[in-house]
């Protein structure tokens, strides 16, 4: 099933003709759980690799062992709450047994795990340029590949991350199984298999890009909205409604959001660079529910088994990570930031 975005409240540039020439295209993912295959873009899902080319470690992971989760019983623990939500209940009736809080509880718990070597690379996102326009793959390829460490890093607290370009008609023999982690540090970091559903969309600069008199007026205007809208009814707000969409996505705007903007650029030649990919565990929430698609109508968002839920992915406190490259170079390091 494909994933519509609803038409914006209004057009910001009618109001604002500046923003026009300012306006990006965003690609939506809308991550949906299901069962894809190396030959399909996913978050979460299996990648197209070379069986001859050697899965990639942490190379600050390494053995004999690690304190952390097995993610074997994260994801029992999130299949037993999956299920437990889904049955009928008697009123007042626990939502676990016995049993499946112990092993629900369990799961949570960190405790020293071996660990033979690095902590193998987790598959986070595998895209397709035939499934993604606009992506800014380097000459000849035509798949992004993204993987991560399950542990937090310092200085910023988010994983350590490898971006693969390659071109799928050269992966002659596909490698049939990848090692999985045996213990990780951050649950979040585990994304269920998820197919998506790319759609294309118009975003423009989140207010803390704009120059500061645009930001002024719009902010103004967003407080008449306000003080005129209906009883219960919420205003039309710029950056949760007309600006930047939340949720996973390849390219558009940055979704400043606790931060100032900051200058970013590449640490190996200082060129500028250019967003790629964002990844977030919620696609909408009660401030960006006008992004919801047509399609989902019928779930709110907030619970984790809502299909804006899908990936089981967390960043920080629920923020995003976004991911950006080099626009000089595609073979230079690539940047990351979370909002």
Same mark, same amino acid.
């Given at each position: 099933?494909?994933?519509?975005?609803?038409?914006?409240?209004?057009?910001?540039?009618? #109001?604002?003709?500046? !923003?026009?020439?300012?306006?990006? *295209?965003?690609?939506? !993912?809308?991550?949906?759980?299901?069962?894809?295959?190396? *030959?399909?873009?996913?978050?979460?899902?299996?990648?197209?690799?070379?069986?001859?080319?050697?899965?990639?470690?942490?190379?600050?992971?390494?053995?004999?062992?690690?304190?952390?989760? @097995?993610?074997?019983?994260?994801?029992?623990?999130?299949?037993?709450?999956?299920?437990?939500?889904?049955?009928?209940?008697?009123?007042?009736?626990? #939502?676990?047994?016995?049993?499946?809080?112990?092993?629900?509880?369990?799961?949570?718990?960190?405790?020293?795990?071996?660990? @033979?070597?690095?902590?193998?690379?987790?598959?986070?996102?595998?895209?397709?340029?035939?499934?993604?326009?606009?992506?800014?793959?380097?000459?000849?390829?035509?798949?992004?590949?993204?993987?991560?460490?399950?542990?937090?890093?310092?200085?910023?607290?988010?994983?350590?991350?490898?971006?693969?370009?390659?071109?799928?008609?050269?992966?002659?023999?596909?490698?049939?199984?990848?090692?999985?982690?045996?213990?990780?540090?951050?649950?979040?970091? !585990?994304?269920?298999?998820?197919?998506?559903?790319?759609?294309?969309?118009?975003?423009?600069?989140?207010?803390?890009?704009?120059?500061?008199?645009?930001?002024?007026?719009?902010?103004?205007?967003?407080?008449?909205?306000?003080?005129?809208?209906?009883?219960?009814?919420?205003?039309?707000?710029?950056?949760? @409604?007309?600006?930047?969409?939340?949720?996973?996505?390849?390219?558009?705007?940055?979704?400043?959001?606790?931060?100032?903007?900051?200058?970013?650029?590449?640490?190996?030649?200082?060129?500028?660079?250019?967003?790629?990919? *964002? #990844?977030?565990?919620?696609?909408?929430?009660?401030?960006?529910?006008?992004?919801?698609?047509?399609?989902?109508?019928?779930?709110?968002?907030?619970?984790?088994?809502?299909?804006?839920?899908?990936?089981?992915?967390?960043?920080?406190?629920?923020?995003?990570?976004?991911?950006?490259?080099?626009?000089?170079?595609?073979?230079?390091?690539?940047?990351?930031?979370?909002?």
């Amino acid at each position: 099933m494909t994933r519509t975005t609803p038409p914006r409240p209004l057009d910001v540039t009618t #109001l604002y003709p500046e !923003l026009a020439p300012l306006a990006r *295209t965003a690609v939506r !993912l809308h991550p949906r759980a299901g069962a894809p295959t190396a *030959t399909d873009s996913s978050i979460g899902g299996p990648l197209l690799w070379p069986a001859g080319e050697p899965w990639p470690g942490c190379p600050e992971h390494s053995g004999p062992w690690h304190r952390g989760l @097995d993610p074997v019983g994260v994801r029992l623990r999130r299949r037993i709450l999956a299920e437990a939500w889904a049955r009928p209940r008697a009123e007042g009736e626990e #939502l676990l047994t016995d049993e499946e809080r112990v092993v629900v509880g369990r799961a949570t718990e960190k405790t020293r795990i071996a660990q @033979d070597g690095p902590v193998p690379l987790v598959p986070v996102a595998q895209l397709y340029a035939s499934d993604v326009p606009g992506l800014p793959c380097p000459d000849g390829a035509d798949l992004l590949q993204v993987l991560w460490c399950p542990f937090d890093h310092d200085p910023d607290y988010l994983p350590y991350t490898e971006l693969r370009w390659r071109t799928a008609a050269d992966v002659g023999t596909p490698l049939a199984t990848a090692p999985q982690p045996s213990v990780i540090g951050n649950a979040g970091y !585990l994304p269920e298999p998820c197919v998506l559903h790319p759609e294309p969309v118009t975003e423009y600069p989140a207010p803390h890009e704009l120059p500061e008199e645009l930001a002024e007026r719009i902010s103004a205007w967003e407080e008449r909205n306000e003080e005129e809208a209906e009883e219960g009814e919420a205003g039309v707000c710029y950056q949760y @409604d007309l600006a930047v969409a939340p949720g996973s996505k390849a390219g558009g705007h940055a979704p400043w959001s606790f931060s100032d903007p900051f200058p970013m650029s590449c640490p190996e030649c200082g060129a500028g660079v250019r967003p790629l990919l *964002t #990844l977030d565990g919620t696609e909408w929430d009660g401030g960006s529910g006008s992004w919801r698609p047509i399609e989902d109508a019928g779930y709110d968002g907030y619970h984790f088994l809502g299909p804006a839920r899908d990936t089981q992915l967390e960043i920080g406190r629920s923020y995003s990570m976004q991911l950006y490259v080099c626009r000089a170079s595609p073979d230079h390091p690539h940047v990351q930031n979370m909002q």
